[in-house]
């Protein structure tokens, strides 16, 4: 046996044993992305949930909805969706940064509020993280979108054909793909430059797409059905809230 031969098969069975710790790492890294996360993103959701109803229930509910002033990584709604399972519903933090989006959806800071009119926009993950908008592709033309503040409901309904399962049956579609780089989406109007003045009161919902992948935006556009219907004359919800 030469020597030669000795220093490949040293080297190949180095290079073998480097490849499945680069492969065991990268597993592990997965599994923290994919579950790890998830717990510890869900622990974040309960106790941002549990504070939020803890504030609300100290300070009482008036007929009249009061103005909202989140901070960032202040949670100061819930975001209820009947089409993503029965009793979705998540605590909406101020903030799109990484902090703000590992404990749950969160609020494009300077887009509108529920209730105004603009386009009240909202982003969270896809996978990872709480997975909340996992399976956002599921929505489909007049599902409503409820949005809870300390006051009131606000129903906002998927745009679209619901007869057809059509999105684009209007100037504005109810889903669409675009590229991340695509902010018109969050526009006062979507689609429109943002200096355009508001046509309505909107609610977008963004997201990663593909699943596991970051490469483009899968993006729900809804409209506000009616006015708010004040919590202390449905407190267990809308009508809506049941549907799904």
Known sequence: MSRAGDLVRTGLRGVGQLLL??????????????????????????????????EWDGAGSGATPAPITPEVGEAFAFLHVPGLGPGWNRAVVEGTSQDELAQGPGHYVGTALP????????????????????????????????????????????????????????????????????????????????????SGAYLTLTTCHPKYSARQRLIVHAVLEGGPVPRADAPDGPPALQEG
């Open 21 to 54: 710790t680069v492969g065991f790492v990268l597993l592990l890294f997965v599994v923290y992305e994919l579950y790890v996360t998830d717990i510890l993103a869900g622990q974040a959701q309960d106790e941002l949930s549990d504070e939020l109803r803890d």
């Open 115 to 198: 209730g105004q009119q603009g386009n009240f926009a909202v982003a969270g993950h896809r996978v990872g993280r709480g997975s909340p908008f996992l399976d956002l592709d599921q929505l489909r033309p007049g599902d409503p979108i409820i949005v809870e503040t300390a006051d009131a409901w606000y129903v906002y309904r998927v745009l679209g054909d619901p007869a057809t399962g059509d999105f684009a049956g209007g100037p504005v579609p109810g889903q669409q793909i675009v590229a991340p780089s695509d902010v018109s989406v969050i526009s006062p109007t979507p689609l429109a430059a943002p200096e355009v003045p508001p």
